[in-house]
């Protein structure tokens, strides 16, 4: 059986290599209290599918190089991101340094808890050198609705045209 886990991706600054942080709850045995650790695994993106806050599903693989021995077998959530409606161009929402830590205890229980493998994604085999396709997640959806805001505020008064 192969070691599975899931993580955020903190970097995608190499070719076709990404940075996953996998956060793991530890009991401290002298204060009796459950903490959040963290340890950081290189992971193999053959297709370069990967964007900073994405969630992944990371599979145990043969050494690819001296680092890296794990490969990214599914995208399990898309980053949230928005789009601009007057340029069209797509922009990641980003987490501030303040509440990173937040942000990624609540990503452990939210995610990470309640995950179930799915029997159909694709497995990240590296026998050979073509890897097999994540599973691409589905269109990351507008979390900002300006016009409907804009209406809204319009009809409270706070707006004027």
């Avoid at 053959?46 to 900073?52: F, I, N, R, S």
């Avoid at 969630?55 to 490969?71: M, Q």
């Avoid at 399990?76 to 990173?100: F, M, N, Q, Y």
Wanted: aromatic share 6%; with cysteine; net charge positive.
């Amino acid at each position: 059986m192969r070691h599975n886990f899931i993580g955020m991706v903190i970097s995608t600054a190499m070719d076709k290599t990404v940075r996953v942080r996998v956060p793991k709850r530890v009991m401290n045995r002298h204060v009796q209290k459950e903490l959040l650790v963290h340890k950081n695994y290189m992971a193999h993106d053959e297709l370069e599918k990967c964007k900073l806050g994405d969630i992944v599903r990371i599979e145990h693989c043969r050494k690819l190089s001296r680092h890296k021995s794990f490969a990214v077998a599914e995208i399990v959530k898309a980053a949230r991101s928005w789009t601009d409606p007057e340029t069209g161009e797509v922009h990641l929402i980003s987490v501030s340094s303040a509440s990173k830590k937040d942000f990624i205890q609540d990503m452990y229980l939210k995610e990470i808890r309640g995950y179930k493998p799915d029997s159909k994604a694709a497995k990240a085999d590296v026998t050979t050198k073509e890897f097999a396709a994540p599973k691409s997640p589905e269109a990351p959806k507008n979390d900002v609705n300006l016009e409907a805001d804009i209406k809204t505020y319009e009809q409270k008064g706070v707006l004027s045209q």
